[in-house]
């Protein structure tokens, strides 16, 4: 791959070698540059994507604490979420935020992360997409990164969480315990370890009642047309489900929309929970039962961890994992009230 250089800004702003130099170098006021010219010079060196840290320079010219943090879908509900708490949290350490969305894509989180060590950053909190810790792992050695939501069974790097399993095994129990035996789960990305988590605490809740049952497990997406999508097909198979636990908000609204459509309404024809809350939830006829994460703690407890990182000038192999709460509704139908375990 051909690396850019000065002569190919020079060449594309028509401003000599010497000049884009010394914009680049923080010294435009220096030797009376003008603005205009200084931002025709920084324009043209991004849109090449002009690599060298003088870029970087330029841009941090008053020295200011930057953050880097990486999620994988600002759209979600939850991770806007989380990103809002994790930018007040860090202002108060006059922190400023850079903020990237890697739209569930490896190689835009790759190019996400490249760009943050172009900016040298002072930290990074980060929810990866990708299925290795490698390149995470080598740029801990001299940014500190923090993982929030998601993480690396198997690497150092520190993480913040919530307890999934514990989530996905409470809510999935109350659905048994209200006598569903018929429950489809519809899932997200299943290399995230967040849907793997969830998926496993579903499956020990159903192993542990001890009761037959029924559970289907489709899906590959944290959207709303994965929902939509895995619930039209269910309710075209028989026996249909009783019961849907979708692992996340936005798969939820697919669902219902699903639903709605075929005429089944909630929870008279099916019973309906979900991972994630939302304020808008209360608002759905009827409220929905969900399993709440404790955003603001997770984003909250991010950033110190984070802070930390930079003041003492190491990487910390923290782990956290925050305990999740039931949020009780009205989308559950109790078909008959704890019944009877099988004997084993």
């Not at 935020?97 to 900016?119: G, I």
């Not at 006829?285 to 003041?311: H, Y």
Request: glycine residues 4%.
């Amino acid at each position: 791959m051909k690396k850019e250089t000065l002569d190919d800004i020079a060449k594309k702003t028509g401003y000599s070698k010497t000049t884009i130099s010394r914009v680049l170098n923080g010294k435009g006021k220096e030797y009376r540059i003008s603005e205009e010219t200084c931002e025709n010079i920084i324009k043209a060196a991004q849109e090449i994507n002009y690599r060298p840290n003088l870029i970087a320079q330029f841009l941090r010219r008053d020295k200011r604490n930057v953050i880097g943090i990486a999620v994988p879908n600002l759209g979600n509900p939850f991770f806007a979420q989380l990103v809002s708490t994790i930018s007040v949290e860090a202002k108060k350490y006059d922190l400023m935020v850079m903020l990237y969305d890697t739209q569930e894509d490896p190689s835009t989180e790759r190019k996400c992360l490249l760009t943050m060590m172009d900016y040298q950053v002072d930290g990074i909190i980060i929810a990866p997409c990708s299925e290795k810790p490698d390149l995470l792992e080598m740029i801990s050695k001299t940014i500190p990164v923090i993982l929030i939501d998601r993480y690396f069974k198997q690497s150092f790097l520190p993480y913040v969480s919530t307890n999934n399993f514990k989530g996905a095994y409470d809510v999935t129990m109350i659905l048994l315990n209200a006598g569903h035996r018929n429950i489809l789960c519809i899932r997200g990305p299943e290399k995230a370890v967040t849907t793997q988590e969830r998926v496993r605490g579903c499956k020990q809740a159903i192993a542990d009642y001890g009761a037959p049952c029924q559970l289907r497990i489709f899906g590959d997406d944290f959207s709303v047309q994965n929902g939509y999508t895995e619930t039209k097909v269910a309710m075209l198979k028989e026996p249909t489900p009783t019961a849907i636990f979708t692992l996340s908000n936005t798969i939820l609204l697919g669902a219902i929309k699903a639903l709605a459509e075929q005429g089944l309404t909630v929870p008279d024809k099916v019973s309906v929970v979900s991972f994630d809350d939302n304020i808008y939830l209360d608002y759905l006829q009827p409220p929905v039962t969900r399993i709440a994460q404790p955003t603001e703690n997770m984003g909250i407890a991010a950033v110190k961890l984070l802070v930390t990182c930079i003041k003492e000038g190491r990487q910390l192999s923290t782990k956290i994992f925050m305990a999740p709460t039931i949020v009780s509704r009205d989308s559950v139908k109790i078909i008959h009230p704890n019944p009877p375990k099988l004997s084993t």
